[in-house]
């Protein structure tokens, strides 16, 4: 059974720091591409970050060069270190395996999100 657990998630301030992690079991990395998705109250889920099959890496404009995504494969997590967090990165973060890319639809397995805010 596939199965996908986010942690990490909490309350910071702006410019602060947060590493979520996805501990994924009932499959391995070779199966599957890992993508990080976040949704805002109101708004549609939006993709972060994803690391494929391949391990090419893609983010969301917004992010680059302050979000990171990597991988341990001995551990069979996924990480999305999150650095100079802002307000608007102010989401329920989820995890996701499925083909890759950064469309939720590409992904068939999620998990129950965690909740990151971020205060001014």
């Known amino acids: 059974e596939v199965q996908l657990v986010e942690s990490g998630g909490g309350l910071v301030q702006a410019g602060g720091s947060l590493r979520l992690s996805c501990a994924a079991s009932g499959f391995t990395f070779d199966d599957y591409a890992i993508g990080w998705f976040r949704q805002a109250p109101g708004r549609e889920r939006e993709g972060v970050s994803c690391i494929n099959k391949d391990a090419s890496i893609y983010y969301q404009d917004p992010v680059k060069g302050r979000f990171t995504i990597s991988s341990d494969k001995a551990k069979n997590t996924v990480y999305l270190q999150m650095n100079s967090l802002k307000p608007e990165d102010t989401a329920v973060y989820y995890c996701?395996?499925?083909?890759?890319?950064?469309?939720?639809?590409?992904?068939?397995?999620w998990g129950q999100g965690t909740q990151v805010t971020v205060s001014s």
């Open positions: 996701a395996a499925g083909r890759g890319g950064l469309g939720p639809y590409e992904y068939a397995y």
